[in-house]
């Protein structure tokens, strides 16, 4: 049982790059997640899904999309990488009868 | 909108004394839950304690124990005996019991304990 994974731990893009985080829980949580967390800053919601087939905008989604096709997976695709997106990136699912979230490790992304 | 405020960006503490993280947070909602999340150098994001709303009684786990005020909209985190392996940032947050359960987080305030 991994909890939530996602990969890469770590990139560097350039500007204009494109890419696609990826997310995956095996606990089979109908609730997940995107946030980022900027330097010295607590975390800001991008994107969020209540079951395959259902995402919607968090806080801050803007240069930002996301799929649901599975339960299990979650990516976050960057289209045309700015500098403002360099944060860490984590990952959280959501289940149970609280809905406590586990957070995946975190992919720290620098965009230059 | 839900916010939630951390006054103290960085307290430190000597090891073994006692630390208190102070949190305040809007909503107009009358049930919720409040975290404490912590964050090592790791980055990864451990659940140090919750707390219902509906509850009366402050939650403890082991070292860790809230004073939750909810008239007052306050939330703060009591560390005692505090250990090196309690630095790290910390961090508040709200969820709504309705909807998605998003969380909403508070600025951080990074602990260091000074042996």
């Known amino acids: 049982n991994a909890g939530v994974t996602q990969t890469p731990k770590f990139r560097i893009l350039k500007i204009g790059q494109s890419m696609t985080l990826q997310c995956t829980q095996d606990?089979?949580?109908?609730?997940m997640y995107w946030y980022r967390q900027d330097p010295g800053m607590g975390l800001k919601l991008i994107y969020y899904?209540?079951?395959?087939?259902?995402?919607d905008k968090g806080e801050v989604p803007n240069g930002y999309n996301v799929s649901r096709s599975t339960t299990e997976d979650f990516p976050l695709r960057l289209e045309l990488a700015a500098p403002s997106q360099t944060s860490v990136y984590f990952c959280a699912g959501a289940g149970g009868p609280v809905y406590e979230q586990y957070f995946g490790p975190g992919t720290r992304l620098t965009v230059t | 909108a839900q916010t939630v405020t951390q006054s103290q960006p960085e307290m430190s503490v000597q090891e073994a004394e006692t630390v208190t993280l102070s949190c305040t947070y809007d909503?107009?909602?009358?049930?919720?839950?409040l975290f404490w999340y912590k964050q090592p150098p790791s980055r990864q994001m451990i659940l140090v304690i919750r707390q219902e709303a509906y509850k009366q009684q402050n939650a403890t786990e082991n070292r860790f124990s809230v004073n939750f005020q909810k008239a007052a909209k306050s939330f703060s985190l009591k560390i005692s005996d505090s250990q090196l392996g309690d630095a790290a940032m910390y961090f508040c947050a709200y969820r709504g019991i309705q909807g998605a359960q998003k969380l909403v987080f508070g600025q951080g305030t990074r602990l260091t304990i000074n042996p």
């Open positions: 909503t107009s909602e009358s049930d919720y839950y």
């Open positions: 606990m089979n949580h109908n609730y």
């Open positions: 899904s209540v079951g395959a087939g259902i995402t």
